[in-house]
């Protein structure tokens, strides 16, 4: 492909991703058919617990946002907002420290789908790991029992991929 070919390519990709990012938060009263035209198909959704349902908006396995869309029963917005961040993470480590903790189904209705999860050295148990907008090479992970269903500790860990190629670039 010729250099001038590809360079025009990677600015017009380069203008769709940002335009993807720019979409404002729904406001409240919205209904949910005008989320889901601006929106886009959620990446999942979860029944909350008073009524109505969660659309989840996770941003993938190297995004580092997830927005969360409440809408109440009659499908109108309620709320929304932007879950990786250590706000919630916070909620959720307290939430893990204590018996019997959370459900997997709570955790994802909390804070979306994870961007990798691991089983390597758990023995019945699975590590996932959401990564989110920080300076430093971290993620937040979470220790889940797969047995009985719930979260086991939550905590931070260091993203190894995130400075990737790091020492190519010095």
Request: proline share 6%; charged share 20%.
């Amino acid at each position: 492909m010729p250099e001038g070919l590809f360079r025009a390519c990677l600015l017009v990709a380069g203008g769709v991703l940002a335009v993807g990012c720019a979409v404002a938060p729904p406001p409240p009263g919205q209904e949910r058919d005008a989320v889901l035209a601006r929106w886009g198909a959620p990446t999942a959704r979860h029944v909350l617990p008073a009524g109505g349902e969660r659309l989840e908006y996770a941003s993938g396995p190297f995004g580092r946002t997830t927005w969360m869309i409440d809408l109440d029963a009659a499908g109108r917005v309620f709320g929304s907002r932007q879950v990786l961040d250590e706000a919630h993470f916070a909620e959720l480590a307290e939430s893990a420290a204590r018996a019997p903790g959370l459900t997997r189904a709570e955790l994802l209705r909390a804070i979306g789908t994870p961007g990798e999860r691991h089983g390597a050295g758990l023995i019945g148990g699975e590590v996932w790991s959401w990564r989110y907008v920080t300076n430093d090479c971290l993620w937040f992970q979470v220790s889940i029992d797969l047995a009985a269903d719930r979260v086991r500790s939550a905590g931070y860990g260091i993203d190894w991929q995130c400075d990737a190629g790091a020492a190519d670039r010095s």
